[in-house]
C-alpha cells in the first residue's frame, strides 16, 4: 500500500520546513556576519604606515621596508592557504594554524627587526591584535552553528591553531629578515659626488655624496636584475627636450618669480612626503571600502609594495650609473640654471640667483625616485580598481589632502616634481612609465595562482600575459 501525504497537508509541510529552511540559513548568515573576522593583513598594513610615519623614515628607505613586511606577511598567509606562487618562503606550515595569526607573528616580527625602536608600541600591537581575533574566529563552523558556547575542546583546538599560526609567521619573517640582511642596501660604498663636467649631477651644498647610494645596489625582489628596466640615456644638452624641460622648470619650480598658482605651490611640499605612506594609505583605504577579503588584501599589498621597492632600486641603480657619465646630463635644475652660461646652448638663459621651492634631494636628478613610485603604485592600483575612488592622503606638517581619482593623485604627484623645482618634465615622464612597466611585470609574473595537478602546484599564467612579460622583459 502506497502512503499518501494529502495535497493540504503537502502544501503545510513544505511551507514549514521551507521557513525553519529559511530560518537556518538566516542564522547561518547572520553568524557567518558575526564570526567575519577583521582583516590582519590591512591592520598591520596600518601599522607600517604608523610606524614609517613615527620614525620619519626617509622615503628612499621605505619601499624596501614595505617590501620585507609585506614580503613575510605574505608568505606566512600564503604558506598556510597555498593559493598562490610564494614570493620568498615555501609553504611549509603545520596543518591547523591560523591563517590570522600568522599574518599578526609575521607582521610583528618584521617590524620589530626592522624597527627595534619602536619595539614596545609594536609589542602592544601585537598583543592587541592577537587578543582581537576572539577564540580564533577564522574556526567559526559547525560547532558554532545553533550559537552554542565553545567547549573547552574547541577552545583547546583554537588555542592550538593560534599558536601553531603564531610559530609559523614567525619563522617566515625570521627566513625574510635573514634572506635581506646582505641584499646589498646596508654595504660599505665609497661616497659618490658625481662630476664637474657640464650637465652631470653634482652635490648641492651642505650636501657632499649621493644619498641612499646604498640602493643602488640593493638585490630586487622579483625582478631579474636592477637593470631590467633601466631607462636609455636622458636627452643632451643640445636637444629641444632639454630647452624644454629647461625652461618649464625655471618658470614654474622657482621659490620666487614663479607662474606657479596657490594651489600648485602647495601641492609641491605635499608630494615631497614619503610615497610609501602615500600609496600604501590609498591602497588600504580603498581595500577596506571594497571589503576584501584577507586573501585579495594580502596578494595586492605584496604586490604593491615589492613593485615599488624593486622600482627604487631600478631608479637608484640608474641614478649611479648615469650619474657617473660625464656626457649624460644630470644635473638638478638648480646647477642647470645658475650654471647655463656653460651649457652653449642659446636656449637657456641663466639665472645666478634662482633656487626651488622645495629643497633639492642629494642624489643625480635623472631618472627621477618619486614620479616612478607614483607611476608603479598607481598602476597597480588601477589594474584591480576603477580609477574612481577615494582616499585621504598624509604628510606631516602639511595639511591632508582627499582624492576621489587615482590618475589625479598621481598627476598631482608628478607635477609637483617641476612645481617644487626638482625634476625636468621628460624625466618625470619617463620615470613614470618606468614605474608602470615594472607595475605590470611584478603583477603579471609573480604571486600567480597555483592551479593543482597529479604533480602539484603548477603556475600557470596565459599566453596574453606571458607575451606582455616578454615585450617588457625584452
Known sequence: ?????????????????????????QSRTALAHECAPDNQVLEWNQVLIDTLIATSTPNSSSQRLGAIVHTAIFDAYNGIERRYQPILVRPAAVPGASRRAAVIAAAHTALVGLFPSRQLELDSSYTASLAALDEDREDCSASRDHGTPWHSRERANAWQSRQRGIAWGTEVAQTVLARRANDG?????????????????????PATAMSAQGLAFTAP????????????APRGLDS????????????????????????????????????????????????????????RANRLLAVLNIAMADTALTIWSAKRFYGEDA???????IT?????????NPGTGPDVAWAPLVTTPSHPEYPAGHPSLNGVAASILL?????????????????????????????????????????YPSTVAISDAVGKAIARYVDRNSMQR????????????????????????H
Do not use: C
Request: glycine residues 8%; aromatic residues 10%.
Open 1 to 25: 500500500m502506497t502512503f499518501r501525504i494529502p495535497r493540504v497537508a503537502a502544501a503545510a509541510w513544505l511551507g514549514a520546513w521551507a521557513l525553519l529552511a529559511g530560518s537556518a540559513i
Open 185 to 205: 642596501f646596508n654595504g660599505i660604498y665609497v661616497a659618490f659626488g658625481g662630476g664637474q663636467a657640464v650637465g652631470q649631477w653634482r652635490p648641492v651644498a
Open 221 to 232: 625582489f622579483v625582478l631579474v636584475a636592477n637593470t631590467q628596466f633601466r631607462p636609455p
Open 240 to 295: 629641444p627636450t632639454y630647452v624644454n624641460d629647461f625652461n618649464a622648470v625655471k618658470a614654474l619650480g622657482g621659490i620666487t618669480g614663479s607662474t606657479r598658482t596657490e594651489e600648485q605651490t602647495a601641492l609641491a611640499p605635499f608630494w615631497e612626503g614619503n610615497a610609501s605612506v602615500h600609496w600604501n594609505q590609498a591602497a588600504n583605504q580603498i581595500a577596506r571600502a571594497h571589503r576584501l577579503s584577507i586573501s
Open 327 to 333: 656626457a649624460a646630463v644630470t644635473w638638478r635644475p
Open 336 to 344: 642647470a640654471i645658475t650654471q647655463a652660461a656653460t651649457d652653449d
Open 383 to 423: 589594474a584591480h580598481f576603477s580609477d574612481r575612488q577615494t582616499f585621504k592622503l598624509t604628510t606631516p606638517k602639511q595639511p591632508d589632502r582627499t582624492y576621489t581619482s587615482i590618475r589625479q593623485a598621481r598627476a598631482d604627484g608628478n607635477n609637483a616634481r617641476v612645481w617644487g623645482g626638482m625634476h
Open 450 to 473: 597555483l592551479h593543482w595537478r597529479r604533480n602539484g602546484p603548477v603556475y600557470a599564467i596565459d599566453a596574453d600575459d606571458r607575451a606582455v612579460i616578454d615585450e617588457l622583459a
